[in-house]
Each structure stands twice: as C-alpha cells, then as structure tokens.
C-alpha cells in the first residue's frame, strides 16, 4: 500500500526562525512531489512542487528532494506568523491519483 | 491565472433533496477534479476527469453523480445523502493529468440534515 508520512505536529517555531517539515514516502516509483498549505477552514493551496532530486527554491520556500532516501521536505525560511497553517505532502506516481500525507501543523509564535 | 471558482460556497440539503455543486476553471486544464475533505483530514479524492471522460472513481456511491459538460466545467450532483457526507467538496484541476500540479478551488462546505 503506497503510504506518505508526515508528523501531524504542532510544529512550534518563533517567527523569524527556519520551519523545517518533513515527508516520507513508501513507493520508489513516485514521480512528482508537491507541497500545500491549508488554513483552517480553506481550501489547499499549492506552495511548491518539485520532480528532480535536489533544491528548489521559490522565496522564502525550499523544497527538497532525496528519490534515493524517499523524503520530500519543505524549509520556510523568515518564518511569519502567517505562515500558521497545515501543510499538506503530495506525492504521485505513474498510474495512480495523487498521495496526501495526514499534514504537519505549523504555529509561528510572534 | 490560476483560479478554479466554486459554487455555491455553502449548502444545507435535506436527506431527501437533489442538488448540484459547480466548478469552473479556464486555465486551459484538461483535468478536474472532486475530492470529499472532513475536518483535520487529507482531502480524499473522489473522480477524476480526464479530457471530458471520467478516468477515475474511487468507489464512490451512486449517489454522488458527476458530470463534465466541457473541459472547463465540472458538476456533482447530490441525490439522498447522508448525514456523513457532510464535508467541505473541492474542485481542482491540472494541465493534463494527476502529475501535473493540482490546483483546488475555494470549496463548497455541505451540511446534511
């Protein structure tokens, strides 16, 4: 059973600091890799999606990815306090619908 | 541009109405999709469909039933649900297939009573 983990937190950090959150994936076949962030009550909206190994990096977000590891993770940096949100882990593999993880809490204390 | 619109944004149905949730999108995407999220959740996904042909239904019961009229809408209707299926139902869409970078509208918050 194609499996994507992530720890449900809360994920505590004070603003300006670097939140780090993490994703691990069980099917080594899995292609493309995405981050979402959802407030309470909203709609998932997409952060950051990356399909090679390595950094990607879009403003204060990075995503990295490591195949050989099977781990995705997301890096804010400058942490916000609206930054405050679940972030979601999406992975996808030739064949299937896309994989959520359960979602990591993040709280940016000020 | 990438917005997928909702409607409505709330809905209160008894068990024994009928009723439709819409999403638009004019992004150009062939792919749409419904997908069910309860409270503290992942969203799960429902149908999928893929150049106006549904290509995916994850068991859902027949009493969801979607439609595609054209590559830029997608319907669900709702016929004797159950309290259970109370939930917020997204809409989202991509370039061509499930790889492809998803994007989900506002949502529609059911409530069944």
């Known amino acids: 059973q194609k499996e994507v983990e992530q720890n449900s937190g809360p994920l505590s950090v004070p603003e300006g600091a670097i939140a780090s959150l993490n994703c691990t994936y069980s099917d080594r076949g899995s292609q493309s890799f995405f981050w979402y962030r959802q407030y309470s009550g909203k709609s998932p909206e997409l952060i950051m999606f990356i399909y090679s190994n390595g950094d990607k990096e879009d403003g204060r977000f990075t995503a990295q990815l490591n195949k050989a590891s099977q781990y995705v993770s997301l890096l804010i940096r400058d942490s916000q306090p609206s930054d405050s949100a679940t972030y979601l882990c999406?992975?996808?593999?030739?064949?299937?619908?896309?994989?959520f993880g359960k979602g990591t809490t993040l709280s940016v204390s000020s | 541009d990438t917005e997928v619109t909702q409607t409505p944004k709330h809905l209160v149905m008894g068990m024994t109405n009928k009723k439709s949730l819409k999403c638009e999108q004019h992004?150009?995407?062939?792919?749409m999709y419904w997908y069910k999220q309860k409270a503290k959740k992942p969203p799960e996904l429902m149908f999928v469909?893929?150049?106006?042909?549904?290509?995916i239904n994850e068991s859902v019961p027949s009493r969801f039933s979607p439609e595609c009229p054209n590559s830029s809408l997608l319907n669900l209707h709702l016929h004797a649900l159950q309290p259970e299926d109370s939930a917020l139902y997204l809409c989202?869409?991509?370039?061509?297939?499930?790889?492809?970078?998803?994007?989900f509208g506002p949502g529609t918050r059911l409530t069944v009573t």
């Open positions: 989202a869409s991509s370039q061509a297939g499930v790889g492809d970078e998803q994007y």
């Open positions: 992004m150009g995407h062939r792919a």
């Open positions: 469909y893929s150049y106006e042909k549904l290509s």
């Open positions: 999406a992975v996808h593999q030739a064949g299937t619908a896309l994989i």
